[in-house]
């Protein structure tokens, strides 16, 4: 009887013990997938701003002050938000910044000369 009670405990120990183990790490690997998800994300996101940059300066260096305001004002992405100012001093030169709106902290900054 003794012996059947040992063997019970054993069993019910080394089943608690599996099943932490397999809890732990299944919990890892969601830890893993989500992480890399986010990564994948954050990612994309920057090279959406790499072809927003690309394609503002192109814009810039093609066009006059008033086509490039109107270009920026029918700007149609709501991921991003553009900013760009021109140098009071030296009317050739622009500063660009490109920036997320969500809270995933992307900006890219570009001065422009024209």
Excluded: P, W
């Excluded at 732990?24 to 790499?50: D, G, W």
């Amino acid at each position: 009887m003794e012996n059947e009670n040992l063997k019970k405990s054993f069993i019910l120990l080394s089943t608690i013990l599996l099943v932490v183990v397999f809890s732990f790490l299944s919990i890892r690997m969601v830890e893993t997938n989500l992480l890399s998800s986010n990564l994948n994300t954050l990612k994309y996101l920057h090279f959406e701003a790499v072809k927003h940059r690309d394609t503002i300066i192109a814009y810039i260096k093609e066009h006059n002050d008033e086509e490039i305001e109107s270009y920026l004002t029918s700007f149609s992405d709501d991921r991003f938000e553009i900013e760009l100012q021109k140098d009071a001093e030296e009317g050739s030169i622009y500063y660009l910044s490109i920036k997320t709106v969500d809270e995933s902290d992307i900006r890219l900054s570009q001065k422009i000369i024209k």
